[in-house]
């Protein structure tokens, strides 16, 4: 079975798939340039996109997480300060979503890195 991709026509930018002979939308003829070249630039806005969806998960993760430390610490801080003790709390929550959501993108991003 060949190895069918998924493409946008060059004349009217329908989604077609790359074993057509023509467009079934506008019915431009397709030659064998036409499907690389269109298939090509396909494949490279997909792995922009991917790559600034791992970095928003990253950035958002690393914020999250951050906000989590600076409450900790703020609460710690404050129950220290204070005569009688006081209560703290500690954001275990904001912190292991922010380091996970943190590590997905760096994961994603390794892996877009070395993908062809």
Not at 7 to 19: F, H, T
């Amino acid at each position: 079975m060949a190895d069918v991709q998924i493409l946008q026509c060059p004349s009217c930018k329908e989604y077609i798939a790359s074993d057509a002979e023509r467009c079934r939308f506008c019915s431009r003829p397709l030659d064998a340039q036409t499907k690389q070249t269109a298939a090509a630039a396909l494949q490279k806005d997909n792995k922009r996109y991917r790559r600034s969806h791992y970095l928003k998960y990253m950035l958002t993760g690393a914020g999250v997480f951050a906000v989590g430390v600076v409450i900790t610490v703020g609460t710690i801080a404050m129950a220290a300060s204070s005569e009688g003790g006081g209560h703290f709390v500690v954001t275990w929550g904001l912190m292991l979503v922010g380091a996970g959501n943190f590590l997905y993108g760096l994961i994603g991003i390794i892996g877009e890195t070395f993908s062809k």
